[in-house]
């Protein structure tokens, strides 16, 4: 069955200043942020990824750049793993987000919230969650593949995949720079790692000795 890397992008000073970046262009990984790209490449260079998927927005490509250099592949820009459209909340303040009587239906119904001139949540996972069933319709079975994306898509498709709820999905954890790996096949999912940042260790499928 397929492993599933779901990568959340690098550290920037949007995240670092505790405001939204959403889709804003031009949001580029801070030194941290750099040098946690290239602490995941390093990483994550033994282990057998067979392709690089990233959002479009500048800092998940510059996540996924470290990692598909030193593999000797070729990054691929997939528009499915973008950013929520976060609507007028765009490059707003959490503190000051915090106070608005909607944020309460964004932590406790989440499934009921749209952005303002936004994408929904379930808009979002659904649109992530075709994204990486598309991406896996490219791969064979026993392939690891890697996708770079944002926190809360990261979260909502590992929620759908693990069969929760989307009420739920805040309860997820992932930090910058940090790996969530689902094994998924016909018969189930399993949850390999959550917001798991390196070093780290992979269990891979032993490969069958010819005879």
């Known amino acids: 069955m397929p492993l599933l890397l779901l990568i959340r992008h690098g550290e920037n000073d949007y995240v670092k200043a505790g405001k939204l970046a959403g889709?804003?262009?031009e949001v580029h990984l801070n030194e941290r942020g750099r040098q946690q790209a290239e602490e995941l490449a390093q990483a994550l260079a033994n282990v057998p990824i067979k392709a690089v998927y990233s959002s479009p927005l500048e800092r998940a490509r510059e996540t996924a750049a470290p990692l598909a250099a030193k593999l000797g592949l070729e990054m691929q820009i997939r528009p499915g793993l973008m950013e929520t459209g976060i609507g007028t909340w765009t490059g707003q303040e959490l503190k000051a987000l915090r106070k608005l009587p909607e944020?309460?239906?964004v932590q406790e119904a989440p499934s009921r919230f749209r952005f303002p001139q936004g994408e929904s949540f379930a808009e979002t996972q659904l649109r992530m969650v075709n994204e990486i069933e598309a991406i896996l319709a490219l791969h064979q079975k026993e392939d690891v593949i890697a996708c770079?994306?944002?926190?809360?898509p990261i979260k909502l498709a590992t929620a759908y995949y693990l069969g929760?709820?989307?009420d739920h999905f805040q309860r997820l954890g992932c930090d910058t720079a940090s790996v969530t790996a689902l094994w998924l096949s016909e018969k189930g999912v399993l949850l390999s790692?959550?917001?798991q940042r390196p070093p780290f260790a992979f269990a891979l499928p032993e490969k069958k000795a010819r005879r």
């Open 23 to 25: 889709r804003l262009p």
């Open 164 to 166: 929760m709820p989307l």
């Open 103 to 105: 944020w309460k239906l």
């Open 193 to 195: 790692k959550l917001n």
């Open 148 to 152: 770079v994306s944002h926190a809360d």
